[in-house]
């Protein structure tokens, strides 16, 4: 289990301070453990886009199917509650 501590915020959210993700390191779903989840991006390292995922019913604990992901480092975009937070992913 992974709680984020000096990822940066956009705002100043309790929520988003209190997003965790699992299983860290993954390798088919990633769970991203918060409330009112809008949208997650997944960027490699070399900052392309590889998943999109927007939630038109505001999700809490979706999980991302991470599967079609090479093993390697990511960079998640999460937008909840309007704040959004950017965390490390590592996929096995």
């Known amino acids: 289990v992974f709680t ?9 959210h309790a929520l988003m301070r209190a997003l965790t993700l699992y299983p860290i390191p993954c390798s088919t779903t990633l769970t991203i453990h918060s409330a009112n989840i809008e ?19 505001h999700a ?3 999980e991302l199917d991470v599967s079609g992901l090479a093993p390697g480092v990511y960079s998640l975009e999460v937008t909840a509650s ?3 937070r950017f965390i490390r992913m590592i996929k096995n």
């Open 4 to 12: 984020p501590g000096s990822e940066s915020v956009d705002g100043d």
């Open 60 to 62: 809490t604990d979706p």
């Open 82 to 84: 309007g704040a959004t």
């Open 39 to 57: 949208h997650i991006k997944v960027f490699d390292l070399l900052g392309i886009l590889r998943i999109d995922q927007e939630y038109r019913e």
